[in-house]
């Protein structure tokens, strides 16, 4: 029959966060009054299994409608993958390297490889806006040897000629002169999160595929930062052959990548009990179960963490779930400061986990968002394959993440005009900027919308049913519903190489 066309397929995915935004107010409100009102116990307890398995049906209904269009949106998404891989390819393997212009990526920060590797990507945003080839000897201090981890990134352009040091600095050039800087060679060095505002930053995407995408996924932005995140993380064999190794038998769909971060993240991020992420399991078989009524579904979990407890302990809570885990690499990756041998765990555990049917997580971790990154070479829309339980996904040196507000919405308790404002989406890199955006969360506090407005959204004011950032217009601070707004998707200039048009 007749597809969907672009709005109907809209309306389809707003259902579904809808759905999912009514579940998450609905459990948080109910936990409070079974908290709060002893008397009120016994008709929580009633609500909850009544409403939860009507939920999980409504859900059922609308993946099945989501279900119409797969054959066909697969055809779609099979082409855009291909022709982004084809661009990237040309990109980075020009016929005659002495002439190609360069870009070397210069990453001196030490950290965790989630982190290494996304600062390596943003080279590559910005190498492909400029029609330069990234190269880099991927070596730094954490982990000095990349380059035998990843295939190289590029067949014909092996070493750059000349010192690092004496390459210029590449300037950020605006939106009419995409390359600006004429040097055969510049360098782009990151020694912290880089929060440049390039034209080609994360959280954009060329324009000419925002149509198709848009079509298609729920998320283009996350899309497009999955296809230059899987093209740097193309495994050796040598590690292909360790993932396939580590899967073992137990590995077996359908299974849910839960990813729990603990040891050091806890002066980062707030801690998250293993209940949070098992609700999230817990949700995600309960509509499978609904969709596969004939099937005996064994609720396998595939578990990567940094605490050696975590896996004994859902053991014993979750007596229902089957866990599968690779144990050693959590007694590794306590280690991890100091080595680069966690490398190889930390590897079989990201790809393993983008390799489930959904994910569980959280998105303040690097390793979080690099699972769901890794989802999006799949052939439909992976923007709904994982949840996090604490922060909305974003991008190191990312454009600010825009909210254009559809309906108005009324503070019924505004935060105090008092909250400072603080730079546009950017790391909150001070204890001060954290405390903020910790007391707005933690206070419920809301803002004042009226359709029309712009909001800066912040990743870490992120309820699962609240969203909450700066109203530009106002200059307040606060949280507001997620369904009166819609994301910005903001298009950035890429040249289309020839005869790579879709
Ligand atoms: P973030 O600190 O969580 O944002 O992520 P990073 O990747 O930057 O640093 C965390 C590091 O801890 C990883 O690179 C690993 O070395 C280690 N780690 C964290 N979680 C896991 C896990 O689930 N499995 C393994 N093997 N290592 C982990």
């Known amino acids: 029959g007749e597809s969907f066309d672009l709005q109907e397929r809209q309306h389809i995915r707003n259902a579904m966060s809808d759905v999912e935004q009514i579940q998450a107010m609905v459990r948080h409100q109910l936990i409070k009054i079974y908290q709060e009102s002893p008397k009120a116990q016994p008709l929580v307890i009633k609500m909850i299994k009544q409403f939860f398995p009507l939920k999980s049906a409504l859900t059922a209904e609308i993946e099945e409608l989501k279900e119409l269009t797969k054959q066909e949106d697969g055809e779609l998404f099979k082409k855009l993958r291909k022709t982004v891989e084809r661009r990237i390819d040309l990109n980075q393997n020009p016929a005659k390297c002495s002439t190609a212009k360069k870009l070397y990526c210069n990453v001196q920060s030490a950290c965790g490889f989630g982190c290494i590797i996304h600062h390596y990507t943003i080279c590559l945003f910005i190498s492909l806006g400029t029609g330069r080839v990234m190269m880099s000897n991927m070596s730094n201090l954490a982990y000095p040897n990349m380059d035998k981890i990843f295939l190289p990134l590029s067949r014909t352009c092996l070493t750059a000629e000349g010192n690092v040091d004496d390459y210029p600095e590449w300037e950020s050039p605006n939106d009419e002169h995409p390359s600006s800087s004429d040097a055969p060679i510049v360098k782009v060095s990151i020694v912290y999160h880089r929060d440049r505002k390039t034209p080609f930053a994360p959280w954009t995407v060329p324009k000419d595929l925002i149509p198709s995408l848009e079509r298609i996924h729920g998320n283009p932005m996350l899309w497009w930062i999955g296809q230059l995140q899987s093209y740097l993380m193309r495994p050796q064999k040598w590690l292909s052959d360790s993932i396939k190794e580590a899967k073992g038998e137990e590995f077996q769909h359908p299974i849910v990548g839960v990813h729990v971060r603990r040891s050091d993240k806890i002066s980062e991020a707030s801690y998250m009990a293993n209940d949070a992420y098992m609700t999230a399991v817990s949700d995600w078989y309960d509509t499978y179960e609904m969709r596969h009524p004939n099937e005996t579904?064994?609720?396998?979990?595939?578990?990567?963490?940094?605490?050696?407890?975590?896996?004994?302990?859902?053991?014993?809570?979750?007596?229902?779930?089957?866990?599968?885990?690779?144990?050693?690499?959590?007694?590794?990756?306590?280690?991890?400061?100091?080595?680069?041998?966690?490398?190889e765990g930390i590897l079989q555990d990201v790809f393993l986990m983008a390799e489930c049917d959904y994910f569980v997580g959280t998105m303040s971790s690097n390793v979080g968002r690099l699972v769901h990154e890794l989802m999006q070479t799949r052939d439909y829309d992976t923007s709904n394959a994982a949840i996090t339980i604490d922060h909305s996904f974003r991008y190191y040196g990312q454009f600010p993440e825009r909210h254009l507000v559809l309906n108005d919405h009324h503070a019924e308790n505004p935060c105090p005009p008092e909250f400072e404002p603080l730079p546009p989406n950017q790391f909150p890199k001070y204890v001060r900027e954290r405390l903020q955006l910790e007391n707005i969360l933690k206070q419920g506090c809301e803002v004042e919308l009226r359709k029309g407005d712009i909001i800066d959204a912040w990743p870490e004011l992120n309820n699962n049913y609240m969203r909450g950032g700066v109203n530009i217009r106002s200059g307040r601070w606060g949280l507001y519903p997620k369904f009166k707004v819609k994301q910005i998707i903001e298009p950035a200039p890429y040249p289309v190489i020839e005869n790579t048009s879709l």
């Not at 064994?298 to 975590?310: E, G, P, S």
């Not at 144990?327 to 400061?337: D, E, G, S, T, Y």
């Open 297 to 343: 579904v064994v609720r396998r979990i595939f578990l990567a963490t940094d605490d050696i407890l975590i896996g004994s302990q859902l053991k014993i809570t979750y007596p229902k779930y089957r866990i599968v885990q690779i144990q050693k690499n959590a007694v590794v990756a306590l280690a991890k400061r100091f080595s680069g041998s966690g490398l």
